[in-house]
Antibody, heavy 121, light 109 residues
Framework: EVQVVESGGGLVQPGRSLRLSCATS????????MHWVRQRPGKGLEWVAG????????GYADSVRGRFTISRDNANNSLYLEMSSLRADDMALYYC??????????????WGKGTTVAVSS | EVVLTQSPATLSLSPGERATLSCRAS??????LAWYQQKPGQAPRLVIY???NRAAGIPARFSGRGSETDFTLTISSLEPEDFGVYYC???????????FGQGTRLEIK
């Protein structure tokens, strides 16, 4: 069974950093792009970042570019999101998502349950 | 940047009725559009990709069509489990990225 499980969410003060992790199983991790998508409470979906299967191609939403860094460890089937300079509008449920192909610019086919990030002083 | 606009914002229908959801792109996206379903308290699920291809496990009552800037998702006969929020999504090759529409809430009448 294909699984993606996020961890690392929590309460953080504005301006601080947080690292999200995503553990995966049930598929050949290094064949697929991986993504982070967030959803603010009661709002729609916002793609945050995506990384190709070989980490060569990366994309970020304008709202996080320069503050967030996506990375992956193919040896350990894991995805990460390093978030810095956090702001109140970064508060959301963050989903780790498997891509339908190895390329960033494609579709999203397996979603985790999400991990919640709260930003408050 | 391509902006996706979904309509209507809310669609109220009864089980057994036909649902038609619309997604309009601000510029051509060819056929590179997907639809997702999200039920309350759950993660989204891929329903349609490349405008008209059903994802694995999606029932045949779901169909998608369209190209360039105008797309529709049709559910031929609504089942109780079909209600939720539907998002369209497009992909951009350069810079590589993904954007979603604002969603259409499909609710039971």
């Amino acid at each position: 069974e294909v699984q993606v499980v996020e961890s690392g969410g929590g309460l953080v003060q504005p301006g601080r950093s947080l690292r999200l992790s995503c553990a995966t199983s049930g598929f050949t991790f290094d064949d697929y792009a991986m993504h982070w998508v967030r959803q603010r409470p009661g709002k729609g979906l916002e793609w945050v970042a995506g990384l190709s299967w070989n980490s060569v191609s990366v994309g970020y939403a304008d709202s996080v570019r320069g503050r967030f860094t996506i990375s992956r460890d193919n040896a350990n089937n894991s995805l990460y999101l390093e978030m810095s300079s956090l702001r109140a509008d970064d508060m959301a449920l963050y989903y780790c998502v498997k891509g339908l192909s190895g390329y960033v610019a494609y579709y999203l086919d397996v979603w985790g349950k999400g991990t919640t990030v709260a930003v408050s002083s | 940047e391509v902006v996706l606009t979904q309509s209507p914002a809310t669609l109220s229908l009864s089980p057994g009725e036909r649902a038609t959801l619309s997604c309009r792109a601000s510029q051509s996206v060819s056929i590179f559009l997907a639809w997702y379903q999200q039920k309350p308290g759950q993660a989204p699920r891929l329903v349609i990709y490349d405008a008209s291809n059903r994802a694995a496990g999606i029932p045949a009552r779901f169909s998608g069509r369209g190209s360039e800037t105008d797309f529709t998702l049709t559910i031929s006969s609504l089942e109780p489990e079909d209600f939720g929020v539907y998002y369209c999504q497009q992909r951009t090759n350069w810079p590589p990225g993904i954007t979603f529409g604002q969603g259409t809430r499909l609710e039971i009448k």
